[in-house]
Each structure stands twice: as structure tokens, then as C-alpha cells.
Nanobody
């Protein structure tokens, strides 16, 4: 099994930047895709960005050009660099990892003030 721990959530002003990280432990060599999801207050959880083991990335349209997902396979860590933040980016950000099943972290709160 895999354990995930997110970090980096904070309060930031609109237009600012923030970086998140997610460290994986356990059966780390079995991990394939990793990703970041978020859940805004009163809304369903949505995918933000996904990165494959080989480094291919995909993003939800609303964050393209502003967010960058990356991973360090040697450290079993995935990152999310967020620039030009908007109030609508506010939410709890969750890391996930796909092995034989999908694992989730407990989330880290990102709040963007107007």
C-alpha cells in the first residue's frame, strides 16, 4: 500500500504564488500516475493536474498556464507550483497516487484572498 502526505497549503493574496508537495511512502515503486485534486467549499472534488510516471502532464482548463505539476521519482514526491492565483483557486488540495488502487492524502488548505 501507499501513504501520501501533502504540505504547503497557506493563505495567499490574489496574484501570488504557492507551491505544494506530496511525499509518498510504502510501495513507492508500484506507483504509476500521480495527481492533484481540489475541493472548493460547497463543490465536488475536481481534478487539477495529473502526471504519469514518465512525466506526461494534463491540466484542467482553468489552471493551464498558471499551474505546473512535476514529480521526482527518486524521492517519490509530486509537486504543484501555482502562480497567478485567483480567489476561485481556494479549496482543499488533495494528492493522489495510482497503484493497483487509488490512494489519497488528507489534503492541505489553500486560501486565496481577493
Amino acid at each position: 500500500q501507499v501513504q501520501l502526505v501533502e504540505s504547503g497549503g497557506a493563505l495567499v493574496q490574489a496574484g501570488g504564488s504557492l507551491s505544494l508537495s506530496c511525499a509518498a511512502s510504502g510501495n513507492i515503486f508500484s506507483i504509476n500516475d500521480m495527481g492533484w485534486y481540489r475541493q472548493a467549499p460547497g463543490k465536488q472534488r475536481e481534478v487539477v493536474a495529473i502526471i504519469t510516471r514518465g512525466g506526461s502532464t494534463s491540466y484542467v482548463e482553468s489552471v493551464k498556464g498558471r499551474f505546473t505539476i512535476s514529480r521526482d521519482n527518486a524521492k517519490s514526491t509530486v509537486y504543484l507550483q501555482m502562480n497567478s492565483l485567483k480567489p476561485e483557486d481556494t479549496g482543499v488540495y488533495y494528492c493522489n497516487a495510482a497503484e493497483r488502487r487509488v490512494y489519497w492524502g488528507k489534503g492541505t488548505l489553500v486560501t486565496v484572498s481577493a
